[in-house]
């Protein structure tokens, strides 16, 4: 047992150790380095919690950062019979300034995990010494909701129409973890599912963190920290856990693959941390429930061999539902350009419409980056029309097209490639858009063919693809940008010595429209005579003229660029 608080001149403090009801272990307590339990180990003055030990083994309490300003204080069974602590103004006492380990917990990567809920926008976390916020950036978990300079947990919920609200439910218990890696990457997480990422950021988790400060409102019924970036399996069983323990929700499922595009079927596991829980989920894109959609086992696959959107929902009686997990899968052939496809909005394939039939608010990114194109008007949304262009699926902008002036921004709160925004139409634009690919990189000429010809194959459009060519000096055997006595004697060591091995282009045809100068369709010594009589006794130029032309599978000519 931890040994009490002495007495300090001119207060008397009132040393107090809850041990709580005994507990099942976190699922992946085992390498935890701090663990605050609920009600157990706290050190009080009254209720104000001047010690919170730490029961990872790992000795890594946290204290009252700032005695003279007030501590966080202890509210007993508020949490479905559980305790919790109070951080900030009314909620602790005076102005807590939080919890603090004094030093570092840990080395710097690592996951913080916390069952938190908010009162008042301000700071769960601060870290290094300027007091830099957590959560910090991106929008989808954090706002500033009019503060100057305070950022908040946000919760993103979606609507039976599909559209996201984006706001900080105050009354709303989070199931909230922070991961940031050795190299300053950070991703935030509500009850397991991905909410945000950010790079480049400085701070870490060996930068003197602590829980909260003055300006802060919330409460924390249990918090955990790992020395490491937990994977999916291990945040879903943190979220069972705590969700159970704490009757707040079951753990979402899990896809393994999480989506994607790939160039053959898929057979996707689905899992459950959750003891006990019923798995759900559809394959047509609408909204699993606990009474709607296919049963399947934790740990058990589905075969997924077409464009799907993939829906699960997990639930177990007297908890809430998890949320819905969503992931979009592209099966298509090899061939199509992967690398650097940051988002891919796909023809009829994960549109989210509004409470009108066919206006589209959101179409879902099928690349797996999470890039989804969102409504940006309020004035009016693309409209879906079916079956439009050989039986697919396409997208009307604009007056006429869409409903009164529509556009859609890919990313909508964020920024896909460096400071490029991309929008579908302006709102001025009447056009219609069936499938769009956007890329981070300039693709080759063979890469921009294999996209054109899978467009042209997915919407029935006859394509022909024209070689891209390099400009070349007809008659120009040795390359060297010049028409002259030497490419004679180029020619004809080649018909004869074979020296050079071989001619400059990289097909029969392509050799023969650069080097036969007579237009007799061969290459032969023909072509040489003919080369000579025009440059020493006035006769025709070659065939092809003497300027420079575009040969396709040709290399470009050094006088010719």
Sequence with gaps: MRAALSGVTGKLLLCVFINGPARATGPTSVDAACWLKTGTNLTLNADDVTVWGDESGNGNDVTDASPLFGAPRVNRGALNGEDIVGFGSGLGSSNSDGLSWGGAPLSGAGTGFMVVQPVQPGDVWRMGTSGLPIPWSPPEIWDDFGASTRTQLMYQSVSAEGRRDWDCNFERWFLYAVAITSDGVMTGYVDGIERGQQGGFTSSWATSPRVGDNNSKFYVAELVLYDRVLNANELNDLVAYAGEKFALK??????????????????????????????????????PSETSGTVIASGSTINISSDTVLKAIATKAG???????????????????????????????????????????????????????????????????????????????????????????????????????????????????????????????????????YLGNRFGIPVTIIPSGGNQAPGDCNQDGAFDLSDAVCLLDFIFQSTPPVLPCNSTPANVALMDCNGDGAIDISDAIYKLNFLFQGGPPPEQGTGCIEIPDCPSNPGCR
């Design 319 to 453: 908890l809430p539902d998890s949320e819905i997990q969503l992931a979009v899968f592209t099966i298509e052939p090899a061939g199509l350009p992967a690398s650097g496809l940051v988002s891919w909005a796909r023809s009829g394939l994960g549109l989210k419409y509004t409470a009108t039939p066919n206006h589209v608010d959101e179409w879902l990114d099928a690349s797996n980056n999470d890039n989804d194109f969102a409504c940006g008007s309020w004035a009016g949304h693309p409209i879906a029309k079916h079956n439009e262009l050989n039986g697919q699926t396409v997208l009307g902008f604009g007056f006429n097209q869409g409903s009164t002036f529509s556009d859609l921004t890919v990313g909508f709160h964020e920024v896909p490639i460096g400071d490029f925004n991309a929008v579908a139409d302006n709102r001025t634009t009447v056009c219609n858009i069936a499938e769009l690919l956007l890329y981070d990189r300039v693709l080759s000429d063979g890469e921009r063919d294999a996209v054109v010809v």
């Design 250 to 287: 079951v753990a979402p499922p899990v896809f393994s693959p999480d989506g994607g595009v790939h160039d053959a079927a898929q057979s996707v596991m689905i899992t459950c941390g959750h003891v006990g829980a019923t798995i759900r989920y559809t394959e047509d894109g609408s909204d």
